[in-house]
Each structure stands twice: as structure tokens, then as C-alpha cells.
């Protein structure tokens, strides 16, 4: 019985960081998933699971992955809130926002439906890659850092005049005087934003 108990002991201990490399929000609504981002450290997944849900006030200033369970699984409505979805640049790590469908309706105003913000130019990239982005008069991310966002596998379809992002350095107006750093000049990738 002994080496039983030792065996399962030491196979909880293998398994016990795997398990908590993953953080599963409760459902995809806006207080779910923020209070799943708030108990995940930075390194780990939150996984945002399938569903129709309207986010106003989502903030994410960790270096985590957000994850959806696919494109047309995971609908996010942003509605016409500005910054809905407030996304915090950090220099220990990627964070990386994937597998969603994100919407917004009749909201043309700055800052947009999401904003992302933080330091550069090391800042580590926000990385939105394998998302929908469907815009009706309206457009998404409002990029208030130089650079540091990609954009990678998005499925973006908007109505004339919406927009996927638009740069807005307010905070940093160190850009400006900073000299080139596109192409192989870029040499970390946290320097501009890419699509």
C-alpha cells in the first residue's frame, strides 16, 4: 500500500504543473473570463470556452494566451463601448489573444472597442492570430504604443470606413525621434506593429 501511495504521490506532483499551466474561465461572459484572467499567471492559458457573450469591461495585463475555442464558437460582442477590451503591453512575455469571433457595431470613436497599451520598445508583442473580426461601422483596436502588435491568420470582414486598427502614440513620444527600425532592423519584433 505504501509504494501505491508513494506512486500516486509522485504522479500528482508530475501532473500538478501541467494542470495549472491551464486556467478555464466559467463561461465566456464578461465577468467570467475577467475573474479567469485574474487568478492565471502570466505563462498560462485562459481558456475562454464556446458561447455568444458581450464583453464591456475585460482588462488583460498579463503575459498570457487567451483562448477561445474557435472562430464562430467563441462570439464576443464589443458592442459600442469604447475600450471594452483593454489589453496592457508587459515586458516578461507574449500575450496572445486567439481562436475568437470578435464583433462591434456603430462605434467610429477613439480609443476603440479594444485598446493596446504599455511600454516599448520592450514591451513583448500582443499577438492576435486565428481570429474573426467582423466590424459593422465600426472599428477594433486602438494601438496607443509605437509597436509591439501583430496581426497573424485573422479573418477580417468590416462594412466602408471600418477599420482594423488605427496607431495612436498618446503616451510615448519618444517614436517620433527614435530612428528606423523596419525589416531586418527590427531585430527583437517588438519595435512596430505587423500584419
Known sequence: MLK?????SVALLLLAPAARAQVTAASCSNTDVQNAINSASAGQTVNVPAGNCSWSNVSLSKAITLNGAGQGVTTIDLGAASSAFKINKQTGGVTRIQHFTFT??????????VTVSGPWPNGQPVIFQNDAITLNSADFVTVMTPGGVIFSHILFTGSWGSTLF????IQDNA???TPNTLGMKDTTGFANTYI
Do not use: C
Not at 4 to 8: D, E, P, S, V
Not at 104 to 113: E, L, R
Open 175 to 177: 517614436s517620433w525621434t
Open 4 to 8: 501505491i501511495t508513494k506512486w500516486i
Open 166 to 169: 488605427t496607431g495612436k502614440d
Open 104 to 113: 462591434v457595431s456603430n462605434n467610429m470613436q477613439t480609443p476603440h472597442a
